[in-house]
């Protein structure tokens, strides 16, 4: 964890969170909600859930997580609140809603958004907490679903120190990073750095495979190649194996990479700089989502831009013959 993470001072009145003490209560329980709080019960801890869909917690029911008909009963029932939803909405109307954790979280508890959601409301949550002597946390995170289910999640976190050192113990059972950014909001921020990086990443990733699919090259042999080189990344190593697989499932969803990358250039709007990079990340990914792979992973990206250069992929007889693939909106 950074040094920094002993510069200021917090409100929480818990110690440090422990199995035996520190009832924990989950909110989101999606494609990496659910492999999250899975490592919270995996840690010997007494954890009480919720989601909007109640059969997207059936898994971690029958792995001993109790159920709670709201974010405010979950508040009521828990020590520390983690959230992991949707959109900047569903977390304002999750934490700071009238049924929502901040209604139910009695002093002294703490309430942590790993939503990628808006530094701005990142500061609201952390504002209104302090003021009925709560606290809160943002801490988005990184990694995807290979991440979330392996505990290597790289975790940013805007907030108190004293805050973070007193849920550290959670946070180091879901991420194998764990960083102290700053003060509420900064947390949000260096995902949206994250984010600008990782959108751009994927544009030169896909251009790079419809390249070396048009100059009939074996895909496979170039990424043994180009993965160990200066070109090597985490979504070129996890993302383009997916890819020459036909394998556009979500790791992490299209859609909610959009939500982002709006995030990012609003503040990128509001602090006066020109991101022509962010800008035509976004506009790529609009057309992904328009033409129908918006519940797909990031890595649809390629099917979209196949179609620019009318590149049809389908599966190739010949294990040495240019990679196709489908190129049909995936149906979820």
Same mark, same amino acid.
């Given at each position: ?35 999250? &709080? ?47 939803? @949707? ?7 999750? /934490? ?6 901040? #209604?139910?979280?009695? %002093? ?16 609201? /949550? *952390?504002?209104?907490?302090? @003021?009925?002597? &709560? ?16 505990? #290597?999640?790289? /975790? ?49 990733? &896909? ?8 100059? @009939? ?46 995030? *990012? ?21 609009? *057309? ?8 797909? @992973? ?18 190739? %007889? ?15």
């Amino acid at each position: 964890m950074s040094n920094s993470a002993n510069s200021t001072a917090g409100t929480s009145k818990l110690g440090v969170a422990a199995p035996q003490t520190t009832r924990v209560g989950w909110i989101g329980t999606g494609v990496m909600g659910q492999s999250m &709080c899975r490592h919270l019960l995996d840690g010997g801890y007494a954890v009480t859930v919720y989601n909007r869909t109640p059969s997207k917690a059936e898994a971690l029911l029958g792995a001993g997580a109790q159920w709670a008909a709201g974010p405010r009963a979950i508040a009521e029932r828990s020590d520390i609140v983690l959230t992991m939803v @949707g959109y900047p909405c569903d977390v304002h109307e999750t /934490i700071l809603g009238d049924e929502g954790v901040l #209604a139910g979280l009695k %002093p002294g508890g703490i309430v942590i958004d790993m939503t990628t959601s808006e530094p701005e409301l990142a500061r609201q /949550i *952390a504002a209104r907490a302090t @003021g009925q002597g &709560c606290s809160a946390l943002d801490a988005p995170v990184s990694g995807g679903d290979v991440g979330a289910r392996s505990a #290597a999640l790289s /975790i940013m976190v805007g907030g108190h120190a004293d805050v973070l050192q007193a849920s550290l113990p959670l946070l180091s059972l879901m991420g194998r990073t764990i960083q102290h950014q700053g003060p509420a909001g900064s947390g949000q921020h260096t995902k949206m750095v994250n984010q600008i990086l990782i959108a751009s990443g994927m544009v030169g990733i &896909c251009e790079a495979l419809l390249y070396g699919y048009r100059a @009939g090259l074996d895909l496979e042999i170039v990424l043994k190649s180009v993965s160990a080189g200066a070109a090597g990344s985490w979504s070129l190593s996890n993302l383009t194996p997916r890819m020459l697989s036909g394998d556009f499932r979500p790791g992490f969803f299209v859609e909610h990479l959009l939500k982002d990358l709006g995030i *990012a250039l609003a503040e990128s709007r509001r602090m006066g700089l020109v991101l022509p990079g962010l800008a035509l990340a976004e506009q790529l990914y609009l *057309a992904t989502a328009a033409a129908g792979w918006e519940k797909n @992973g990031t890595q649809a990206l390629l099917l979209a831009l196949a179609r620019l250069s009318n590149v049809a992929w389908s599966n190739g %007889p010949e294990p040495k013959s240019p990679r196709h693939f489908s190129a049909e909106p995936h149906q979820n």
